[in-house]
């Protein structure tokens, strides 16, 4: 009965560990329903080439990124060194998909910036990323060889989260 | 006093103006425009999370209202263009989360800690009937209070 004022203490630590915990979340992550389930198909119009489309299934068979981004969008322009790096050092395909942007605006940022993709397909109206549960670009989601999403990284790509979580499951993907 | 009503009253009609601006697009047809308002107050806004779809002015919620409608007017039910929403969103879109083994600690809860709490409180009224209950002095002691209560009697005659 002597510890008695242990007790408030004990209850204050408990809720610093939470808080603790809590801090280290990151609420904009959501586990995403789409994992492990077939990429939406669509087919759009590419960025450089209007007469040309892209679709999903033309990159079946392979492991590939698709990147969600925009001219509009500041934490894109953040991970795009290193999406540009990573381009020249790996032969994984990443498509763009230029989200709710505009043409001349996209070209003129892919020609600032540098173009670390294989193609970019337009999205001027969102759809398609509301297909694949867009809500914060840059979006990123790793596409199996079957054309299945394996994992889907919300903002923007940090040496960290390419090391840790895509490379690794990039590399067993493609085995 | 004067200045300040007729400020008071530009203020007014401005805001006014304001809402008659944005409510304009709305007005196209008042049973689809009611229904995406049940349904979108229903689904939370993933870009500012604690605003609902009905309230926010993100881009996001403007293209998934449009979605809305355009589900709407194909004639799907509010079951099936949630479940479009929770196909991509997840359950976080809903603010009303379905009950399932992984939101059973955000459902019961509330009524864990109300369990708790009411634990606690019969706990400690328990124990206070306990202490009342029990003799609070010992035989000796009475004795001795006795003795000095007589003791101050007798000096205050």
């Known amino acids: 009965m002597k510890q008695r004022f242990l007790i408030p203490l004990a209850v204050f630590f408990v809720l610093v560990i939470f808080l603790a915990i809590g801090l280290t979340l990151?609420?904009?992550?959501?586990?995403?329903?789409?994992?492990?389930k077939p990429a939406p198909a669509f087919t759009l119009p590419q960025l450089a080439a209007a007469d040309k489309t892209f679709s999903p299934a033309d990159l079946k068979g392979k492991v590939w990124l698709l990147n969600v981004w925009?001219?509009?969008?500041?934490?894109?322009?953040?991970?795009?060194?290193?999406?540009?790096?990573?381009?020249?050092?790996?032969?994984?395909?990443i498509i763009g998909l230029n989200y709710k942007d505009q043409l001349a605006d996209?070209?003129?940022?892919?020609?600032?910036?540098?173009?670390?993709?294989?193609?970019?397909?337009?999205?001027?109206?969102?759809?398609?990323?509301?297909?694949?549960?867009?809500?914060?670009?840059?979006?990123?989601?790793?596409?199996?060889?079957?054309?299945?999403i394996r994992l889907k990284h919300t903002g923007p790509i940090t040496p960290e989260s390419l090391k840790t979580q895509i490379l690794p499951l990039v590399a067993e993907l493609s085995k | 006093m004067k200045l300040r009503s007729i400020l008071l009253?530009?203020?007014?009609?401005?805001?006014?103006?304001?809402?008659?601006?944005?409510?304009?697009?709305?007005?196209?047809?008042v049973a689809v425009e009611k229904r995406m308002v049940a349904?979108?107050?229903?689904?939370?806004?993933l870009v500012c999370q604690n605003e609902s779809l009905a309230g926010s002015h993100a881009e996001l919620a403007l293209d998934l209202r449009r979605e809305i409608r355009t589900m709407i007017g194909e004639g799907k039910?509010?079951?099936?263009?949630?479940?479009?929403?929770?196909?991509?969103?997840?359950?976080?879109?809903?603010?009303r989360p379905p009950v399932k083994p992984t939101t059973w600690l955000l459902w019961g809860g509330p009524f864990l800690l109300l369990a708790?709490?009411?634990?606690?409180?019969?706990?400690?009224?328990?124990?206070?009937?306990?202490?009342?209950?029990a003799p609070r002095l010992s035989d000796e002691e009475h004795r001795r209070a006795a003795a000095l209560l007589d003791q101050s009697n007798a000096h205050d005659r």
């Open chain 1, 26 to 36: 990151n609420p904009r992550d959501l586990p995403s329903p789409l994992k492990d």
């Open chain 1, 70 to 93: 925009a001219s509009w969008c500041v934490s894109c322009r953040q991970e795009h060194p290193l999406l540009v790096s990573f381009s020249k050092e790996n032969n994984l395909p």
């Open chain 1, 106 to 148: 996209a070209k003129n940022w892919l020609a600032r910036f540098g173009d670390p993709y294989l193609l970019s397909a337009v999205d001027a109206d969102g759809r398609v990323g509301i297909n694949y549960g867009v809500y914060g670009v840059p979006e990123t989601y790793v596409i199996d060889k079957a054309g299945t």
């Open chain 2, 9 to 29: 009253c530009c203020a007014l009609m401005f805001a006014g103006a304001a809402t008659a601006k944005e409510a304009a697009p709305m007005a196209t047809d």
């Open chain 2, 39 to 45: 349904i979108s107050e229903e689904l939370r806004c």
């Open chain 2, 77 to 95: 039910t509010d079951q099936e263009i949630l479940d479009f929403m929770v196909a991509r969103y997840g359950d976080f879109v809903r603010f």
């Open chain 2, 116 to 133: 708790g709490g009411i634990a606690a409180l019969i706990a400690f009224l328990r124990r206070r009937v306990r202490e009342e209950a």
